[in-house]
């Protein structure tokens, strides 16, 4: 298959190597001007989890670099991955030079499918999220990528579409499992994705802000009484997903805050202990603290909007700033 990684953050680079490694033809898209800082690839320091055993990767990735795209290139797929604050901004020209490539959206989504619906035909996308991450700093990548990915066809938002909408987008994430299988990546299909990605998101505003209380990840996860409040307030961020439509019960990243909040701890603390979330959730901490904040007020925010009492996950509001400040003055 013919790739074009539209991004060229940790998540792309990270899949971008492993569609490399399952033999496609794949191209990271950058911005006019940073070429030269490809030239001698990238330094990989990552957990390989794709067969379900920690496997270290050291090595030099270089992949093909374009700065460009149109539908003269005839690329089989897209896929999508920006700041989630970023993504409706490059949604035109996407749709624009795509061609009849199937576009996956492959980052946080807590808007819902109308500002994409705007721009794509459901018969033209797929969804999806990651499970791996890091941080890119000093010409090196270090982070973990999973053997899994969450995968959902475009059918969501609506509740009835035409048979033939609904066999193009069934047939459209069929290929794209396909992808994901080539690449030694198990897709776990979501029977509503856009749900999917509300409770992902909201489940993760109260690690968020458990680490900006702590100031880092690593305290974090080894405090039982940070972990313990953080897991209130995904209780209260549990609560905004289900004034939204959302059966939590039904989703995996819900299950951890639905048990008394003694076990979830527990569960939480051995949870967070593995080598591969302390690089993915640590690194992405240190790489975008930005993102994080506005994750963190998306929710809060949403709340808000529907009425839902969020005083634990709120009481974060001065570390969460403080975070940012810190990153500022470093």
């Not at 576009?103 to 996308?125: A, C």
């Not at 509503?192 to 690593?218: C, D, L």
Request: with cysteine.
């Amino acid at each position: 298959m013919k790739i074009l990684m539209f991004g060229a953050g940790v998540i792309n680079t990270l899949y971008a190597w492993a569609f490399s490694k399952g033999g496609h033809d794949v191209s990271l898209l950058v911005r006019p001007g940073k070429e030269a800082n490809w030239k001698n690839g990238l330094h990989l320091n990552i957990i390989d989890h794709r067969t379900g055993k920690d496997v270290m990767v050291n090595e030099i990735f270089l992949p093909n670099i374009v700065t460009q795209f149109s539908p003269a290139d005839n690329y089989d797929f897209i896929i999508e991955s920006v700041k989630h604050t970023q993504t409706e901004n490059i949604l035109p020209q996407i749709a624009e030079n795509s061609g009849k490539a199937i576009v996956v959206f492959f980052n946080n989504n807590w808007r819902g499918m109308d500002f994409i619906d705007r721009q794509f035909n459901k018969t033209q996308y797929v969804l999806a999220m990651p499970r791996g991450g890091g941080i890119i700093e000093n010409g090196a990548l270090d982070g973990a990528i999973m053997d899994e990915v969450m995968l959902g066809d475009s059918l969501c938002g609506k509740s009835t579409f035409a048979p033939e909408v609904v066999t193009s987008a069934t047939q459209n994430m069929e290929k794209a499992k396909k992808l994901f299988e080539s690449a030694g990546i198990k897709p776990v299909i979501q029977s509503n994705m856009e749900h999917w990605y509300w409770v992902h998101f909201a489940s993760t505003a109260p690690w968020i802000a458990g680490g900006a209380k702590a100031r880092g990840f690593q305290p974090f996860i080894k405090n039982l009484s940070r972990i313990h409040e953080a897991i209130e307030a995904g209780k209260e961020a549990m609560e905004i997903c289900k004034a939204r439509g959302v059966d939590v019960m039904k989703v995996q990243d819900a299950q951890v805050f639905l048990a008394p909040t003694w076990i979830s701890t527990l569960i939480a603390f051995f949870m967070l202990q593995s080598k591969t979330s302390m690089k993915i959730s640590g690194g992405h901490g240190r790489y975008a603290p930005e993102e994080l904040q506005q994750i963190y007020y998306d929710v809060l925010e949403t709340g808000k909007q529907y009425n839902i009492p969020t005083p634990k996950l709120a009481a974060f509001k001065p570390f969460i700033d403080e975070m940012i400040k810190a990153r500022e003055v470093n």
